[in-house]
């Protein structure tokens, strides 16, 4: 869209200017005139966002704008690009500068520019066009705390009788059908009734599954698998079918609900009910449809559940929570708040939409600002109601929702089109990516630009554009997910403008639509293999994404140089399911990249990375147990994120001004590549490290420079598996940890249970993970009158010999989430951890000899705190039930 691409733009001018000074030489007067023009486009397209489709000749200025931002990005990238290449034949770019029927280069875009610039002037002129109070709110700000939990009002009677079948007894497998036309809040209420206490006590595994409309059936028993047991390579490599006979016998062991939510017929109803055990038993699955055939089809011979309209007490109900985030609502708002909840004809997802933008433009020290805000959007939700189609109706809903954003949150909504159906989205991906895109400027210094793209990803979940699906300790967002609707009006609003599109091929191997050759990003979900052979080149595109479920792991070298060579101004390139034996040379020369992922099967990082000269994110996950990075990373002066899953040897610094400033995550490094790692990463904030642990613990060892990391919070130890005469005998002392640390994860240590008293020292551990045999012993008993973890909020224990641990409510006073995972010899957990308020998650799995004692917890949680402690309880495989 031209207002992100005018943006990204400005910040490239202003890098050339500041940093290619030698490259530019008498251009640079022209530069400068062109960024004042620009400038002006990027107020014009502010003050317009609203009128953009209402009036024609503001229509075709911003087309205009549009197409012409574009021009100049081309060729700014291909001017620096040829002077990159110091005197290199490359016929794209002598095509991109020379190749139109006028030609086509600094001067002549330029003076294009100030052609339209003037224009602007005069447009601005004739319809008198001023910034009015909505776009004064159109900065930056601090957003609400996104909502832990939807507002689930209403519908009382339908949750009574919906729990009411869940806990029935019957005689054998029992499917619950709820239907309803779309918008009426079957997911969300499915997903309250999924997670009520009540439920989760009969119920112990439950398994929630997103179907839609394209499905694969062997996704979604894998899935069901994924929850059940740990999935291998044979168990991946078996068709559907297979799978369905596998999860039928899984679920044969025990009770279990399974939540299928947005089934849309028949045909796909019977595609997954093959996987459900026919035997007797006492299990449920509740499934969600928008066609009643589907649920009478399902629930037969007993009755399906019709979801009906909100009344009208409930709408107003809703709208309140929504719109004011309480109950309470100012008489003067009453009238017209009523009108509003009233014109959205019961359908809570319209209420939770409208309330997302009333929300952002209500002003809690000026009621009379809030009604007048109040009144515009009422105006404009009456007008929508003209369309009878409900799913139609709700496009036009979050259309308005998306007009009401400010400008810099616009490109990073559309970008989530870029995700395949019902992904569940890294956040820290997304805003990585986000940053990469350009999208995230920074405005304050002060102010990482990770933490900005944390608050812009929290304002569109406040918006109710985003769901969050799970959380981190410190209350960031850690995965979310968009609704259908929103992911459809995501990618066909951004087509109108080229700002992205999917790649889908037909029978032929043609992308279907046709990909413009304005297209700026590229997205393919299968296929991809068959896409490279095609030769398929989009040379303007500046991302490229895969999300291929289907294994690639024989790239040839061939391949690879197409898919390199089809992208000349690559920013963001992401193609990890795919693993290449080896990296074409020509990526080195795409040096507008800032975010590479990629998969291989080498040893070795190439000291050509550096030519890439922009990069802020590198992921590298490769088949060798270690990296050696030639590649110098201190000389990456835009270096943010560098993760590979091996063990990376870095290379030595060239001199002591060698030191990359901007880098925040960097792991998995090699014990000894952490030698004055202070010095030359001096802002690091998430270090990992694999190899030989045993230096760690030298008192003047590698590990002295991680202890003097001023903002280290997160640390990873993965010791990498040894002879008994170099196995780790013992943790740093806690002095040696840096005095920041948040999180803490150990991996194959095998350190003795008494070692770990060691870390109870560190005053601000919050997360600790030991995973893979971290601690070995049957026993692990803290001592009552010792001190605990007492900032510790979330442990995870997983495959240990652990048998027996002893523990009080004091030595985890603040914990309010444990998961363990394969301690199959694990008996005992503390009953008394139920005294500790905060805690309110129990993850159990593959930890059969502790059933009894996780549900020891919770009934001693729910006798302690009341039904209203929201204490959940999740066990996998499925137990059987408890005895009468």
Known sequence: MADAATEFLLNNLKELVLYEAHLINDTEGNIKKLESDLLHFQAFLKDTVKMRKSNERIKQMRKEIHNVVY???????????????????NRFIKKILTGHKSQLNLLSIGQKVEEISGRITQLRNEINLTTDDDDKKDIPSEPRPPRKGENVVGFADVTERLIHRLTQETDGLDV??????????????AWKIFNDPEIILKFPTRIWLTVSAKFSEKDIFLRILGQLTTLDAGMRAKDGDELADIVSDYLQMGTFLIVMDDVWSIPAWERLRKALPLQENKSKVLITSREETVGYAASKPRPFVPLRAFEPEESWELFRL????????????????NKIAY????????????GGILCELSDSNNVFTTKRNWIKVSEDVNSYLSEKDPQKRMTKFISLSYESLPHYLRPCFLYLGLFPEDYEISASKLIRMWIGEGFIQQKDERIPLEEVGHNYLKDLVSRNLVKALKFRADGNVKICQIRDTVRDFCRIEAATEHFLQEIRLNELGQCVPPISEWCRRLSIHSDCKRYISSKSSTPRARSFVCFSKEPCDDLSGKDSTNLIKAFKFLRVFDIQPLLLKAIDTDLYTLIHMRYIALSITLSMLSPDF?????????????TSPTLNVKANIWEMRYLRYFKTNASATLPVAKSSSDCANELQTLG??????????????????????????ALLSEEKGPFDSVRKMRYLEKL??????????????????????????????????????QEISILRSLQKLEVLKLKYQAFIGSTWELEDAVGGFLSLQFLQIEQTDLASWKAKSHHFPKLRSLVLKNCDKLREIPVDLANVESFKMLDLTTCTDAVDAARNIAKEKENIFGEGSEFKLSIFPPPPPPAQ
Request: proline share 4%.
């Open 322 to 337: 929504e719109a004011l985030g309480k109950l309470d609502c100012p008489p003067q708002l009453v009238k017209v708040g």
């Open 71 to 89: 021009d100049v990005e081309d060729i700014i990238d291909a001017f620096m690009v040829k002077n990159r290449e110091a005197g290199k034949s």
């Open 668 to 693: 998995l490094i090699s014990v000894e590549s952490c030698k004055g790692l202070h010095e030359r990463a001096p802002k690091l904030k998430k270090l990992g490290i694999r190899g030989k642990l």
């Open 716 to 753: 990873k130890l993965v010791n990498d598996k040894a002879q008994d005469t170099e196995r780790l005998n013992s943790l740093p002392k806690a002095h040696q940890f840096p005095s920041g640390l948040t999180s803490l994860t150990l991996c194959w240590t095998s350190l003795k249970w």
């Open 610 to 622: 550096n030519k890439i000269c922009n990069m802020q994110t590198l992921i590298i996950n490769t």
């Open 343 to 354: 014109d959205c004809d019961g359908l809570p997802l319209a209420i939770v939409v409208i």
């Open 176 to 189: 619950i059908s709820l239907t309803g036309m779309f918008g009426l809040g079957k997911t969300t209420l």
